[in-house]
């Protein structure tokens, strides 16, 4: 895909260098050059200095022939007016901006854009890493959805092989979580012993 990429802050250097890895034509514009120093040297994509609000800096990032803009300024009144240019202006559907109050975010939604909020994204991820660190999780890939499933080592279980775990069918050991947080990949031909406050991680394909 033609991707182009407005702000290279943080985040736009992130997913800049991300869609580069993984095979897309990227441009990324902000108005201060000296900040694409900070993409890797091996950074494939293009670099278009210019106040990314002006018709004429998009065009010459190639927006015309973009099938997706990803608007990642640290400014939000920024980003929906840039959001509004590609979709009203140069009728890009496939817009997606940054925005880092989440009080804003009904403004963005009444205008029709899709948005991703940082803020809202740390702070679910903290919520989750202080009330509930062992839920099961699932990740998709392509068509294939793996769950991820935590056991922890007590009582008997205690000094038990990792692979002798108690498990559901077609469940395979993924890992292990040491008490001190400490995790290690499953070898089994380690044959190592469980800990107290071990949490052994279970991977299972489910679709």
């Known amino acids: 895909m033609n991707i182009l990429v407005i702000g290279c802050g943080r985040l736009g250097v992130a997913l800049a260098t991300l869609l580069d890895e993984r095979g897309h034509d990227v441009v990324i514009v902000d108005s201060r050059e000296e900040l694409f120093s900070h ?10 200095c210019g106040m990314p609000m002006d018709v004429d800096v998009l065009r010459e990032a190639g927006i015309e022939n973009a099938d ?40 963005f939604t009444a ?21 509930s660190p062992w839920e ?21 279980a205690v000094g038990m092989p990792v692979g002798e775990a108690p498990h ?10 040491h008490a001190d947080g400490a995790m290690e990949l499953y070898n089994a031909a380690e044959k190592r012993m469980l800990a107290a406050g071990d949490h052994i991680i279970f991977v299972n394909v489910i679709d």
């Open 168 to 177: 559901f069918p077609g469940e395979r050991v993924f890992g292990v979580v």
């Open 68 to 107: 997706a803009v990803a608007v990642v300024t640290a400014d939000d009144n920024l980003n929906i007016t840039i959001s509004q240019v590609a979709r009203e202006f140069f009728h890009l559907q496939n817009v997606v901006a940054r925005i880092g109050d989440p009080a804003r975010e009904s403004v």
């Open 136 to 156: 099961p999780r699932r990740l998709t890939f392509g068509t294939a959805t793996v769950s991820f499933r935590t056991w922890q080592a007590v009582g008997p």
């Open 111 to 131: 205008f029709g854009l899709r948005t991703v909020c940082p803020t809202k994204m740390a702070a679910d991820s903290v919520y989750q890493a202080l009330l």
């Open 39 to 48: 993409l890797p040297d091996e950074f494939g994509g293009q670099t278009v």
